[in-house]
């Protein structure tokens, strides 16, 4: 059969090459365009769209950090609620790790009105206003996170002074440190460090507010706020304090304290420290049985340092005077003793607490203590009470001239200027018989200050605080059954009725020896019995001395004197007819 053939098929060969050949052409000028063909113009980018591309980019680095920071921080923080101990030989101190705060603050050496270890931690403040060693923030949500996380303890249980107890806690880009340091005396090292994704964060360490031994009315010793600034110190009372205010620094020393124990911070910065002042009521029993609950004032106080992180020691302990001039601010010579405020007359009250303390040295029971110290006042002032004698017998000798001076000038009005003259002949008369016008008064100007000492002293002395004496169980406290009051008025009675009294009017003489007693039985009724003890005391010696003083010749004469002036003042006895 014939072969049919297409009339257009070349050779093979041929074909191929003419395909490849228009193939590389093809490309050529398609690669040929896009080199030597015309350029698009570049896209401008604005400078408002530039910085919009950088801010988005800031917030997404910020947005990362962020969520790095909540991704390395989320997990530090305990399981649960546990509790450490620490103990020395003067306090048992125990922390929850709810906060890291303390939920009690045991001095072992002093005690509660139930005979057992006293307590600081005030738990009617604790309840409202928080524990001590919480912390204090302006932002209220803030503080609240910062004292309700689970904080990380370094150790937990029971470890014994010297020692180191540090919780940390890191939630949500917020990082808390608390580090506490405790030696076998009464003052700690705290530090504080706070941040907020890193950035230092302000937060003040507390105490809220109040002291465990004012447990009722009976027994509440109101607070007062302390502070020393420059070495120049200053006691505030509760009513003129501010509630949530904040003071700057510089702060030698500053905190709480009532009548017996003090939290006081001293702060390693005092330049840049600052202090929030806490005043708010909590309620207390006003018999001591849980009812007839009754406001008063509780106050607190919160240090920290205007750059964020805190670094403080801190006093928690009984305010006596040796300890406190122990404990020295950061400067290294401001001492913490002028926290003992004896009122007015606190120098004088202060070196009769020195006297005594030395005798009660050698005298182990503070009562008695009172009593020895009381006859050795009164000793040293004996000398003084024969020359005040002395000066009333020569009053009682020229009262006569005297008298005829007064009744020469007895029709002219007290305002008359011949008043003035009469003056001036007595004090001539006194001045040429050697009369001294204050002699009589020298040891009363004497006692009157040593008694208010007294009276701004004892109640404020933590030494004497449950100190005993026969039925006293506390002789900073009243006199439970006033045995001491009683014995003190009728002392005071005697003591005025033995002592002679020259130149002053009898119905005087009468209304100050009624008076007296009564508004020495006021005084000392509810007041601290140790007062009561010191002053019955000196009115017994009193009597022994004035007495022994009457049967001299020097008051064998004033007797005479007196009964003689006595029977001339006696009306004449008219005779009647028979």
């Known amino acids: ?85 620490v103990e020395s030989p003067v306090y048992r101190v125990t922390f929850t790790n709810k906060g890291a705060q303390v939920t009690h603050w045991i001095l072992k ?27 204090y923030s302006y932002d209220t949500s803030a503080m609240a996170k910062l004292n309700s996380g689970l904080y990380v303890a370094s150790a937990t249980g029971t470890v014994t002074a010297p020692s180191t107890l540090t919780f940390t806690y890191a939630a949500g880009g ?34 809220p507010g109040a002291f465990g031994d004012q447990e009722n009315l009976t027994h509440h010793n109101y607070d007062q ?23 700057n620094g510089p702060f030698d020393w500053a905190g709480v304290s009532d009548a017996y124990f003090a939290a006081i911070f001293l702060p390693e910065n005092p330049a840049t420290a600052s202090v929030v002042t806490l005043n708010r009521p909590i309620e207390v029993s006003k018999d001591g049985d849980g009812k007839n609950m009754t406001p008063v004032p509780a106050l607190g106080a919160a240090m920290g340092d205007v750059n964020g992180a805190l670094s403080t020691r801190l006093f928690v302990g009984p305010k006596a005077v040796s300890l406190l001039k122990s404990i020295h601010a950061a400067d290294g010579k401001t001492t913490l003793e002028p926290l003992l405020d004896f009122g007015f007359f606190g120098v004088i009250g202060k070196y009769l607490f020195l006297a005594l303390q030395a005798v009660h ?78 002699g009589g008064c020298l040891p009363t100007l004497i006692q009157l200050p040593l008694l208010f000492a007294f009276l701004g002293m004892l109640p404020k002395v933590v030494e004497l605080r449950g100190a005993h004496w026969f039925w006293l169980h506390d002789l900073t406290a009243a006199d439970p059954y006033h045995i001491l009051p009683i014995v003190m008025i009728v002392s005071q009675f005697l003591m005025q009725f033995y002592t002679p009294s020259p130149g002053i009017d009898p119905a005087q003489q009468k209304m100050m020896a009624f008076m007296m007693p009564v508004f020495s039985g006021y005084i000392t009724w509810n007041y601290a019995s140790g007062l009561a003890l010191y002053w019955t005391i000196g009115n017994l010696i009193g009597i022994i001395q004035q007495q022994v003083m009457n049967r001299t010749k020097l008051g064998r004469e004033m007797k005479e004197l007196a009964a003689k002036r006595a029977k001339r003042r006696q009306p004449a006895t008219i005779q009647g007819r028979r």
């Not at 505030?236 to 205010?245: D, P, Q």
């Not at 000038?409 to 200027?417: E, F, G, I, R, S």
């Open 361 to 438: 040295t050698y005298v182990p029971n503070w009562g008695w203590s009172i009593v020895i110290l009381t006859i050795i006042i009164n000793l040293i002032l004996l000398p003084l009470r024969y020359k005040t004698m002395q000066s009333a017998l020569k009053m009682q000798r020229i009262q006569p001239q005297m008298d005829a001076i007064k009744a020469r000038y007895a029709k002219y009005k007290v305002t008359d200027p011949k008043r003035a003259e009469m003056n001036a002949e007595v004090m001539e008369l006194q001045k040429r018989e050697g009369v001294n016008v204050f």
């Open 1 to 85: 059969m014939a072969e049919i053939k297409n009339p257009n098929q070349q050779g093979g060969t041929g074909s191929t090459t003419t395909m490849l050949v228009m193939m590389v052409v093809f490309l050529g000028v398609f690669f040929g365009l896009r080199y030597f063909g015309p350029k698009k113009p570049a896209a401008t980018v604005t400078p408002a769209q530039q910085q919009q591309a950088q801010q988005h980019q800031e917030a997404v680095n910020t947005a990362t950090a962020a969520a790095v920071a909540n991704a390395s921080t989320a997990s530090v923080a305990a399981q649960g609620e546990q509790t450490t101990t």
């Open 174 to 207: 917020l990082e808390v440190t608390k580090s506490f340091t405790f030696d076998s005396s009464y003052v700690l090292s705290a530090k504080v460090d706070v941040k907020q994704n890193g950035a230092p964060v302000r937060a003040l360490l507390t105490w």
């Open 109 to 135: 050496d002093h005690k509660d009105s139930h005979g057992a270890p006293l307590d600081l931690v005030s738990k009617a403040s604790a309840a409202k206003y928080g524990l001590p060693l919480s912390l």
């Open 225 to 247: 706020f302390d502070a020393s600034q420059n070495g120049k110190e200053e006691h505030t009372a509760a009513k003129k304090v501010t509630g949530g205010n904040t003071l």
